[in-house]
């Protein structure tokens, strides 16, 4: 529920943190921001644009103080074909259509979803994302001068010992300020942001998308719109999670829809492309202090105020010293830990985390790669309930009794026949399922099965001890006790 003194102690109880790490992390956007523009295949200023809105608005609106939202790879790479076949102005249309989507998701509650992700999941996600991260920084680190390398060495020298003389500023600050000054001062001729693009100029003006609103322009926008909006939350709640963890607080996973819903709106009306949640620069937002909602609005109206008040400054900031902060978050992104634990933990849970991992990389979607380890951990989770399944025969004076226990559902149903197969001839049978749950119609399926092949042999077979739901269950599937239920299935 909603508190105002909670709201205001998200904003205002780490004050000089938040604005230091928000510059921070507004220094560490302009690489990005301008790559993946360039992903999509648009200018520059609609990715820069975007970063701005989106940390903006998620700031104000969203349900995980301290994480930064901002243009990102993963939802660029879902534009190209719809910039090249429709051109820019479908991209803002699709957008616009993108939040609403994403609002009507956090109304829906979609956030609960995350329940459904298991930790080796999120292990294989932060560990794919952090080898992307590095592997994002190979072209600034090949065929590259010798002095390059030795500035991203001085780089990470300073990110990770200034620390031990104050922690008053965060650390990739200073690192970034020194090597600016080190590359001007020495005359260096190294890479700069100014290398990457142009800047904007001015500032962004509203204005709506300049398409036909019909139904031929939805038939278009729409597809490219549910993709880009499940893809956006589907890494949005991860790095909430992430963040969660990172800062051992809770957060509104329901609200972050409508945040990011809402801040994907706002970048299109002001000329800016899709995005989400970004864990890299959410890291770096950590790592330096940020905590609260300033963190990220600094993030983003620092952005916009080194590229249009600033932009002599920031071109000439050299490549070598964002990619030291960006290998740092590499660095400190991935779960070393997770590591050593392929040893102990249960072979299942390495086989999920790894194979995230592998899909990610190889793919370079991190939609797929959390699909396919939630899809395993799904089939590893059934094939562990089903093997908890038993059924043990009891022979009485005048019939035999059958206990069933454990979950009746598609994974032990044929272990549940399967144990009726060799049962030798009686007079009578009763089946006990008090300690058992039918789950499915798969499982009411078996239970027909194994009734009614039992009746055809003359043999009476009762079924006692259904808990309430199971029994809900047998009334609306269940054939076994329908008139003429022996000849609805064929005799085996």
């Not at 060495?153 to 200034?162: E, K, P």
């Not at 998308?209 to 893809?231: H, M, R």
Request: aromatic letters at 8%; a neutral charge; one cysteine or more.
């Amino acid at each position: 529920m909603f508190s105002l003194s909670t709201y205001r102690q998200e904003w205002f109880s780490n004050l000089r943190g938040d604005c230091l790490s928000g510059i921070v992390v507004a220094l560490a956007l302009i690489p990005e921001a301008i790559g993946f523009s360039v992903i999509a295949g648009v200018d520059p200023k609609v990715g820069l644009f975007a970063s701005f809105a989106i940390a903006c608005v998620s700031a104000v609106l969203g349900g995980r103080p301290g994480m930064i939202s901002a243009a990102t790879a993963a939802t660029a790479v879902v534009m190209v074909s719809l910039v090249r076949d429709h051109g820019l102005q479908y991209l803002f249309a699709a957008t616009i259509l993108m939040g609403l989507l994403q609002i009507a998701g956090g109304f829906l509650k979609l956030g609960r979803l995350m329940r459904f992700v298991s930790r080796s999941v999120i292990t294989g996600f932060v560990n794919a994302l952090a080898i992307l991260i590095f592997m994002a920084q190979l072209p600034e680190l090949i065929g590259v001068p010798p002095l390059t390398y030795l500035m991203i060495g001085l780089g990470l020298a300073i990110i990770y010992l200034f620390p031990f003389v104050t922690k008053a500023i965060p650390s990739p600050l200073v690192s970034i300020a020194v090597l600016t000054l080190i590359a001007v001062f020495g005359g260096f001729d190294l890479r700069t942001v100014g290398d990457l693009g142009e800047l904007p100029s001015s500032l962004p003006v509203f204005t709506l998308p300049d398409v036909p609103l019909t139904f031929e322009t939805l038939k278009i926008i729409f597809p490219y719109s549910l993709t880009l909006a499940a893809v956006g939350l589907l890494e949005s709640l991860l790095t909430a999670q992430i963040v969660d963890d990172m800062t051992e607080t809770g957060s509104n996973k329901s609200q972050e829809c409508v945040g990011q819903g809402a801040s994907n709106i706002a970048s299109a009306l002001i000329g800016g492309m899709g995005g989400c949640a970004m864990i890299g620069q959410s890291v770096i937002n950590v790592s330096s202090g940020g905590r609260g909602r300033l963190s990220t609005f600094v993030a983003g109206a620092f952005l916009l105020f080194l590229i249009v008040v600033l932009d002599d400054l920031v071109r000439i900031i050299p490549m070598a010293a964002l990619v030291a902060v960006m290998i740092m978050v590499s660095i400190g992104t991935f779960s070393w830990r997770s590591i050593l634990q392929l040893r102990s933990n249960p072979l299942s849970s390495s086989v999920v985390m790894l194979a995230t991992v592998v899909t990610v990389v190889a793919t370079h979607d991190l939609a797929k790669g959390v699909i396919v380890g939630v899809l395993l951990s799904g089939v590893f989770f059934a094939g562990k309930v089903a093997r908890l399944f038993r059924v043990t025969p009891v022979d009485e004076a005048d019939h035999r009794l059958y206990r069933v226990e454990g979950q009746v559902f598609f994974a032990s149903a044929e272990s549940f026949i399967a144990a009726f197969e060799t049962a030798d001839p009686v007079s009578a049978m009763t089946i006990d399922v008090t300690q058992a749950h039918f789950w499915d119609i798969t499982a009411v399926g078996a239970l027909d099965k194994v009734v009614l092949r039992f009746r055809r042999r003359g043999i009476p077979v009762s079924v006692v001890g259904l808990n309430a739901e199971s029994a809900a269950m047998l009334d609306r599937f269940a054939l076994h006790d329908k008139p003429g239920a022996e000849a609805l299935q064929p005799a085996h």
